[in-house]
T-cell receptor
Framework: KAGVTQTPRYLIKTRGQQVTLSCSPI?????VSWYQQTPGQGLQFLFE???????NKGNFPGRFSGRQFSNSRSEMNVSTLELGDSALYLC??????????????FGPGTRLTVL | QKEVEQDPGPLSVPEGAIVSLNCTYSNSAFQYFMWYRQYSRKGPELLMYTYSSGNKEDGRFTAQVDKSSKYISLFIRDSQPSDSATYLCAMSDNAGGTSYGKLTFGQGTILTVHP
């Protein structure tokens, strides 16, 4: 079974630009969560999508948004990039997205650098 | 104050040593406790999970949860150089709503096991 895939793996952008990251979950998984990982803050939850609906959202500004398609693939978008958005963006998929019964499987991440 | 506190280390031990990793938390609603391992340039992978209080053993790894003290531990016996990685504790509740798809992580402890 193929794991979670994320594209692209690396991105370099400049301040003010916007970026779109993509995540393909494990086949059959309907929940996709996104996290931001930085050395200072660690892994922080961005949002979760299930059946094309955002069910949960972390404490990030509105510049961070996402969506999920009918095949469960998900994208996240960051508009008006700031230097502080430089991070590893991880997506994780699970069957239902609730509790430990639904283990989250992580992708390798997209390393975003904002110059 | 963060909901989950974890000593970032780094921790350096000789091969064969017993390693103890710990996290404390403040949210009494957490019911599910997980340990993830993250190698460089990879996404986190689940090592162990525990529901509520108690111990769980899997090969060289033992996870302990003490909900009364809001304290969890991971022990690694007979540590190997291949165990060198970042270890992340993670927690969730199962209340629906703001729990959907959300894991709350500790900062991560960088472990190096040298031959």
């Amino acid at each position: 079974k193929a794991g979670v895939t994320q594209t692209p793996r690396y991105l370099i952008k400049t301040r003010g630009q916007q970026v779109t990251l993509s995540c393909s979950p494990i086949s059959g998984h309907r929940s996709v969560s996104w996290y931001q990982q930085t050395p200072g803050q660690g892994l922080q939850f961005l949002f979760e999508y299930f059946s094309e609906t955002q069910r949960n959202k972390g404490n990030f500004p509105g510049r961070f948004s996402g969506r999920q398609f009918s095949n469960s693939r998900s994208e996240m978008n960051v508009s008006t990039l700031e230097l502080g958005d430089s991070a590893l963006y991880l997506c994780a998929s699970s069957l239902e997205g609730l509790g430990f019964y639904n283990e989250q499987f992580f992708g390798p991440g997209t390393r975003l650098t904002v110059l | 104050q963060k909901e989950v506190e974890q000593d970032p280390g780094p921790l350096s031990v000789p091969e064969g040593a017993i390693v103890s990793l710990n996290c404390t938390y403040s949210n009494s609603a957490f019911q599910y406790f997980m340990w993830y391992r993250q190698y460089s340039r990879k996404g986190p992978e689940l090592l162990m999970y525990t529901y509520s209080s108690g111990n769980k053993e899997d090969g060289r790894f033992t996870a302990q949860v003490d909900k009364s003290s809001k304290y969890i531990s991971l022990f690694i016996r007979d540590s190997q150089p291949s165990d060198s990685a970042t270890y992340l504790c993670a927690m969730s509740d199962n209340a629906g709503g703001t729990s959907y798809g959300k894991l709350t992580f500790g900062q991560g402890t960088i472990l190096t096991v040298h031959p």
